[in-house]
């Protein structure tokens, strides 16, 4: 199968995951890394496309600004952290992609902004009307509201949700991952990359 080249999209999410944005060693935003990708979103965002993009980071940039101890975080800190995060986050964002003369707007959604119908097509209508004023949405949970019960906690699925909500016709998740295995990498030396899917069979339902 040919792959797809972006020239055929106009739509597109870009999902960011943590480890990508935040050097979780050194505690710091991988400023290099970012200003590129904020390079190639001009790009896109030049050529007239509309560029949406869902960013985590702000759990993993609060504890690093808070210096948190490694390990898991009770409920109460991860809201805390996501909460100085996120300022730090949106502020970063509107700064690389600011290099470019782009405008972008600060979106924050729980699941049940997703879920139920009125919220959601608010949701909607502020995506759009940003998209109309070429702003780029920058989406993340609302981490600071969330409980473990009532999250998405995966920006995977966010991004997801966010490309049906925006009616996107190209969803892209970058992370440190490099795709879909048929076994889990880390645990499995073997396992096999998967580079392109076609269709959803039960057996590659399974490996995901
Ligand atoms: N919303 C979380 C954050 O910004 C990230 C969730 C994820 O990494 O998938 O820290």
Request: net charge neutral.
């Amino acid at each position: 199968m040919a792959r797809p080249s972006l020239k055929n999209f106009r739509r597109i999410v870009v999902k960011v995951g943590s480890s990508l944005l935040i050097d979780s060693n050194a505690g710091e935003v991988r400023t290099p890394w970012l200003s590129a990708l904020a390079g190639d979103l001009a790009k896109l965002h030049g050529e007239g496309r509309e560029v949406l993009v869902v960013s985590s980071g702000s759990i993993a940039l609060g504890r690093s600004r808070l210096k948190l101890p490694r390990g898991p975080l009770k409920l109460e800190e991860s809201q805390g952290a996501a909460a100085v995060g996120q300022i730090a986050l949106a502020r970063i964002w509107s700064e690389v992609l600011g290099a470019h003369g782009i405008d972008c707007g600060q979106i924050l959604v729980t699941l049940q902004d997703t879920e139920e119908r009125r919220r959601y097509l608010n949701a909607r209508s502020t995506i759009a009307k940003l998209l109309e004023w070429r702003a780029v949405p920058i989406i993340n949970e609302n981490d600071t509201v969330a409980t473990n019960e009532i999250r998405y906690g995966d920006n995977d699925r966010l991004a997801a949700r966010v490309a049906t909500m925006a009616s996107a016709d190209l969803l892209i998740l970058l992370s440190d991952i490099d795709g879909l295995y048929d076994a889990p990498p880390a645990a499995n030396p073997n396992a096999k990359l998967i580079p392109v899917v076609e269709s959803v069979t039960s057996e590659i339902e399974a490996m995901a």
